[in-house]
């Protein structure tokens, strides 16, 4: 960190004169860093306290320094617009995080006033904590919390699917079952032909074949195995996947689901958690759509210079802006009681971040759009 002497001790003395001295005792021996600075950012005065903070060995070796150098690239333009403030005659504080001499980065909470030196000039005294602690306490809990609604609607999800995966499951069971009693009156009255002993047994293979598909996605799905290890995968395999666990959900309301994926799209990513993502963007249209007329939903996806880009598309009218600012958002929903925690697009959107890419509702679209933007990695 670079110190700006832009003032001498002797100078500086001049300016604080004789309103600090009979605060000396009491400046010293606060447990808080105690500090005063100039409205261009200049330290004039200092504890041993917040010297200890700061990683200074001495008040000389900082006298004159700027202070702005050593606050928190993110946190510098709002530090000197609160200095700015203080020195032009107002009271506040502000919780901010620095980086010491010594490279100690810390979390400050300041509570500041102005104050008059002896030229007239307005500079900005303040009592500084280290709240480090605290903060990185907080942080933890809303990283807990993040992580609590992750799994509640990782459980909401599931929920869905307990109550889907059950008829997704029966059709076909029921296939199997009158095409093996009718196999069994036929060969009972010894009418059985063999082309139709064929044909009936590859239509219970067939069907077999889709519950087994059916399951294996669904474990996919559920899976919480290797939770944060990712790799490439088909974009078209991944919501055929999806498609498997839902699609005679959609046949029952008579919403007509087309696909068109361009071939050799691949996704860098959690393949359970990008599931989940697209599963609930999807419910999200079957609820929109399931009592309008003419439904359908439309599933693209292509590449777009440094991206890959998945639309879904339903012949929804668009969303309303009030709606649209805040359905992000953790627990928002416009069902009613029951129908829904509010979570599948709060998680939606935090699983695309957390890939780098991006969910996002077009409200320039026709029709109800939302795009997910994966971007394109190298095969490692």
């Given at each position: 960190m670079k110190q700006t002497a832009i003032l001498n001790s002797e100078a500086i003395s001049s300016l604080v004169g004789d309103k600090l001295n009979d605060l000396t005792e009491i400046i010293k021996s606060t447990p808080s860093c105690l500090k005063l600075i100039t409205k261009e950012g200049s330290l004039l005065n200092m504890n041993s306290c917040g010297l200890e903070m700061i990683g200074a060995d001495s008040m000389d070796s900082v006298l004159g320094a700027n202070v702005y150098d050593l606050i928190e690239e993110s946190h510098y333009e709002n530090f000197i617009a609160f200095n700015q403030k203080i020195c032009s005659g107002e009271k506040g504080n502000l919780q901010f995080e620095m980086i010491g001499f010594n490279g100690i980065r810390r979390w400050m909470e300041t509570f500041a006033t102005p104050f008059e030196l002896a030229n007239g000039e307005i500079a900005h005294l303040a009592i500084t904590n280290d709240v480090s602690a605290r903060v990185r306490g907080e942080l933890d809990y809303k990283k807990q919390e993040v992580q609590l609604l992750e799994e509640s609607a990782r459980i909401e999800s599931m929920g869905q699917f307990v109550n889907g995966i059950a008829h997704e499951i029966n059709n076909p069971l029921t296939i199997i079952s009158s095409r093996a009693a009718l196999l069994g009156i036929k060969v009972k009255k010894n009418e059985i032909e063999q082309q139709y002993l064929i044909d009936g047994l590859e239509t219970i293979m067939e069907t077999v074949s889709r519950i087994s598909d059916i399951i294996s996605n669904l474990q996919t799905f559920s899976s919480k195995t290797n939770k944060y290890q990712k790799s490439h995968y088909p974009l078209k395999g991944i919501v055929h996947d999806n498609l498997s666990l839902c699609i005679e959900k959609f046949k029952n309301k008579d919403i007509i689901v087309d696909v068109e994926i361009a071939d050799g799209l691949e996704v860098f990513c959690h393949h359970g958690l990008i599931s989940q993502t697209i599963t609930n963007v999807l419910d999200n249209a079957y609820d929109a759509i399931e009592n309008t007329e003419d439904k359908w939903i439309k599933i693209h996806g292509r590449k777009n210079k440094n991206q890959i880009v998945l639309t879904i598309t339903d012949n929804g009218k668009g969303i309303r802006s009030d709606v649209a600012t805040?359905?992000?958002?953790?627990?928002?929903?416009?069902?009613?009681?029951?129908?829904?925690?509010?979570?599948?697009?709060?998680?939606?959107?935090?699983?695309?971040?957390?890939?780098?890419?991006?969910?996002?509702?077009?409200?320039?679209?026709?029709?109800?759009?939302?795009?997910?933007?994966?971007?394109?990695?190298?095969?490692?």
């Open positions: 805040q359905m992000m958002n953790p627990f928002y929903t416009t069902k009613g009681v029951g129908a829904g925690m509010g979570l599948g697009l709060a998680l939606a959107f935090s699983t695309m971040k957390k890939h780098g890419g991006r969910l996002y509702y077009n409200a320039k679209s026709k029709n109800t759009q939302f795009v997910l933007e994966f971007p394109i990695l190298k095969l490692q």
